[in-house]
T-cell receptor, first 110, second 115 residues
């Protein structure tokens, strides 16, 4: 599975949009981009995933560049409860384990 | 939605004893489950893949005789940390892929402290 690169940490003001970037320049055509987050001492929580089209759900939006070498997770109105480590993962669609990178520690500031 | 349950959520044991951690898929069947370990301020590291009806597959560097995995049924996998030592103290997390189009779901983890 392709490796990902994320900034180690980011801050975001409460109520503003949080934009978390991820580079996955070696992604192959059949690999999806997944985003998870982990709040301290809990298991990772699924946020969103996509292949090549932009995706939106009740939690976030996922913007994938046309060449698929990078993506951005957008939390439209960050709250204090969004403070967590966010992981960007690429893998084939089903059956394969996830390999986690170092993630981005997002701190939402009041 | 798909739910993965892990038990216990935390455990403290003495050095040299063994500890068993259970991972259950509550509303779906899982032929494979994955076990991760996470040290403080670090990312999740995949330890092994648990396979129902066959032997587990371990990642490089993980001692299979120390971390015993048994996939007893389509809804239960167990990880036993044998002869635990303080350096085994960590956060252990399991996950399972539901069938269909659902993404991988994770348990809430087990905090193991070996004294």
């Amino acid at each position: 599975d392709a490796k990902t690169t994320q900034p180690p940490s980011m801050d975001c003001a409460e109520g503003r949009a949080a934009n978390l970037p991820c580079n996955h320049s070696t992604i192959s055509g059949n690999e999806y981009v997944y985003w998870y987050r982990q709040i301290h001492s809990q298991g990772p929580q699924y946020i969103i995933h996509g292949l090549k089209n932009n995706e939106t759900n009740e939690m976030a939006s996922l913007i994938i560049t046309e060449d698929r070498k990078s993506s951005t997770l957008i939390l439209p109105h960050a709250t204090l409860r969004d403070t967590a480590v966010y992981y960007c993962i690429v893998r084939r669609y089903t059956g394969n384990q996830f390999y986690f990178g170092t993630g981005t520690s997002l701190t939402v500031i009041p | 939605g798909a739910v993965v349950s892990q038990h216990p959520s935390w455990v403290i044991c003495k050095s040299g004893t063994s500890v068993k951690i259970e991972c259950r898929s509550l509303d779906f069947q899982a032929t494979t489950m994955f076990w991760y370990r996470q040290f403080p301020k670090q990312s999740l590291m995949l330890m092994a893949t648990s396979n129902e009806g066959s032997k587990a597959t371990y990642e490089q560097g993980v001692e299979k005789d120390k971390f015993l995995i048994n996939h007893a049924s389509l809804t239960l996998s167990t990880l036993t940390v044998t002869s635990a030592h303080p350096e085994d103290s960590s956060f252990y997390i399991c996950s399972a892929p539901p069938t269909g189009n659902s993404p991988l779901h994770f348990g809430n983890g087990t905090r193991l402290t070996v004294t």
